[in-house]
């Protein structure tokens, strides 16, 4: 029986499908970068080997997008900072040709090559080595282009349908430890460029953005990191936070119930005395079409909430998953406990930061996924008890178009795992698939299985 990763490795192998990086912006481009998963080895245009040694520090600010780094070029060690662009061309277009404060970049990133060769130099006229960053480290980075697909029954419904139900499961576990495995790698990259603490904050912020604020919660853990907020008094990590997020203002209390102005103006206060300079760029945020308790305050409020037992959560992470979860439901705040947003009214009845549902996505996003890539064999049978959540639109979606109406659906629904596993197989073939169906190497390549 072949691995899932060999089953799509032949089931794409001369498929024209859509697949290949889809970004969004630059910002999203520097945080990839900034965490480690475009790797640290490249080659220069010229044919130089370069490796990175010091990311350095994110510049927020203007000037070059990363300030103390280092890396080897050609074996030579050189420190300053480093550029990372889309095309090479923006060197140029977007001044740094001519600015002074790019005189010391050491190096030069973009993802899209060039028709035509590029130099790029200073102000005073030097060259500065520039790298490509390879396609297929891009291709498993960026979402597929399509965000869904239709709801209708696939060809591979007939197939399926002529399976035992043993095979079918085969198969879902299969897709499941691979995208426990491509999860594991995205997390293991970033605790090699950061340490384990920071990887496990930012996968924490990542996942409390949920589909909407990914991205601006990254962001927020990167530019807030673990390392910085742990030993601040409590009042000052969530003014920090707050205010790195855009959610502060002098004027915020006037929007707000009397009994919550005391606290705002003291989250302001603390804001104003530390905050960066200058001020970052404002984060994504989309707020349209969101409840009101996945609002990104009260996602910010539980990731600041962590950290009063930071120590024990990142203990719990490696060593216990289940008590891990108990004591993530356990977090609780004051003022959280009972408003949605920095600004509305109280709630009549309490409201829990962290429900059992986000709680268990933490667990088969983040935890057990990195124990299934140290130890699939001891930590599966702890992983396939748990339960999965209430089914997401993309996971009815993926169930439709897999199995129809067929009677024993609701089995393949029952376990995180097997969410997971239909996750996987509908991100690597439905959302690539712009033929609708005709196409896609999926239905034959189940003959295989």
């Not at 994110?58 to 070029?73: K, Q």
């Not at 690539?432 to 999926?442: M, R, T």
Request: net charge positive; proline share 8%.
């Amino acid at each position: 029986m072949p691995s899932y990763s060999q089953f799509l490795s032949a089931a794409q192998r001369g498929w024209v499908g859509e697949r290949g990086a889809h970004f969004k912006n630059e910002i999203e481009l520097q945080s990839l970068f900034f965490a480690g998963h475009f790797g640290r080895e490249f080659l220069t245009t010229d044919g130089r080997k370069v490796t990175i040694r010091q990311f350095g520090e994110w510049n927020h600010g203007p000037g070059p997008d990363f300030l103390n780094c280092a890396i080897y070029l050609a074996g030579q060690l050189l420190t300053g900072p480093i550029e990372l662009d889309t095309k090479p061309s923006d060197w140029e277009s977007h001044g740094h040709a001519t600015n002074s404060e790019f005189d010391e970049v050491v190096l030069h990133l973009s993802i899209e090559s060039s028709s035509r060769t590029t130099f790029i130099r200073t102000s005073e006229h030097r060259e500065v080595p520039q790298v490509r960053i390879p396609s297929e480290r891009l291709d498993t980075l960026f979402p597929p282009p399509l965000s869904q697909a239709p709801v209708t029954r696939g060809r591979c419904s007939f197939p399926l349908s002529q399976m035992a139900p043993n095979r079918v499961e085969d198969l879902i576990k299969k897709a499941a430890l691979h995208r426990a495995q491509l999860k594991a790698n995205h997390f293991l990259c970033v605790r090699e460029t950061h340490g384990y603490a920071q990887a496990l904050w930012q996968a924490l912020a990542n996942a409390l953005g949920y589909h909407q604020n990914q991205l601006a919660m990254t962001l927020l853990a990167q530019r807030a990191p673990i390392a910085q907020l742990r030993n601040l008094p409590p009042l000052d990590r969530s003014a920090y936070l707050f205010g790195l997020a855009g959610f502060l203002a002098p004027d915020l209390p006037k929007s707000a119930p009397e009994e919550s102005h005391q606290w705002l103006s003291e989250l302001w206060s603390s804001w104003w005395k530390n905050r960066p300079h200058p001020d970052p760029r404002s984060l994504p945020w989309r707020l349209a079409g969101v409840r009101p308790s996945n609002h990104p305050q009260r996602r910010i409020a539980a990731l600041a909430s962590l950290l009063r037992s930071w120590p024990t959560v990142e203990k719990l992470s490696r060593e216990s998953p289940p008590a891990f979860l108990k004591k993530i439901m356990e977090s609780d705040d004051p003022f959280w406990n009972y408003h949605y947003t920095l600004t509305s009214k109280p709630s009549t009845r309490p409201i829990a930061l962290f429900g059992k549902q986000r709680g268990q996505d933490f667990l088969a996003n983040i935890i057990y996924p990195l124990q299934l890539a140290e130890d699939a064999h001891t930590h599966w049978p702890s992983y396939a008890k748990l339960a999965g959540t209430a089914p997401s639109e993309r996971v009815k979606r993926a169930a439709y178009r897999l199995f129809g109406d067929r009677p024993e659906k609701a089995s393949f629904l029952k376990k995180a795992w097997q969410q997971q596993g239909l996750l996987q197989i509908y991100q690597d073939f439905c959302l690539q698939d712009h033929s609708d169906c005709e196409q896609c190497p999926f239905p034959e390549q189940l003959l295989t299985w």
